[in-house]
């Protein structure tokens, strides 16, 4: 559980003891309490009122999809996105389609990463009592896969597409509800299956564990080797990761159990980070950034899960096909502390 964690509507810095003398007023938005995308920019929203540079006004229970968008537009300054969703809004397809690859791309242009974070690794799982066994038996299934829109839906849908062949409405239906309704909805027993992005652990996983048994299935080996599969995991917002059975086994408890052909747990990571808009000003960037670096230790101590999800990796996911750059005020805070960031990751 988060020993640190904000909940409601709205997060202020008020709440969190803030000097009277905030320079300047911030909005920022995330998904929902207990994860790394909610964690990191409370954390944020803490630490810079007590240094005096924000009052951050921070909205969670937000679908990324949107909040993406809105910082794009010039309309919340501050949000978490997994890295698949502005690549997306850059080619005006998936959950912004109807932007058009003209809008899309000068959105897309506005937005600059300020830290990273690893936001969870998909997997596939299900209560024993569904009788599901594995990947090959998804066919005619129920499928938890996601909130209703957004990067985590999208890559949901592909691995299953590429792992099993079977398309979502056709071969499978699946089944979606936003982030905060997500464990209610999988605890009811409605889906016979779930394959979603998670932390080891994670609030959400030990809820759904805490309802029952749980089987999880590693990606085959021979899937996750494939060309299909290793060329989607080397996409925007996206990393292979094999862990160790044994770590997971002690991660979730005596309700999980982890199947594998070699005690290795394959699956796929998708990483993101928040972002701001390009003009936002350099140096109030770099003192939240700065802020934010500094305190890093503080953060890791605030979940289980902290030190696992790569908060202090500024290179995570960066370059490729990923069209995000680090604002300039970014790069001179992360620099500044000792790390390094690669020149592909910089705002020219």
Known sequence: MLKHLFTGAFVAASLVSAPAHAQVNLTAETASPGGAVHLAPTHLTEVASKQGIANIQLADGQTLTNSLQNVAEGKTDIAGTPHILPFLMSRGVGPYGKLGKEKGAELASNLRSIY???????????????GIDGWGDLKGKKIFNGPPR??????????IQIATGLKDGDGYEGIQSNWGQASQVISGGDPDAVVLPELFPSGRIATIGSSGKMTAWSMPKDIYESEAMQKYMKGPGAAPTELPVADLKKALGENWTFVSEDETFRGMSTIGGDVVHKDMDEDLVYKLVKAYVGTLDELKSKAPFASTVNYDNPSLGMCGANPMKYHKGAVRAWEEAGYDIPDCAKDQ
């Open 116 to 130: 990273p974070y690893t936001l969870g690794v998909f997997f596939l799982f299900a209560y024993d009592a569904k």
């Open 150 to 159: 957004g990067g985590a839906l999208t890559n949901a849908r592909t691995i």
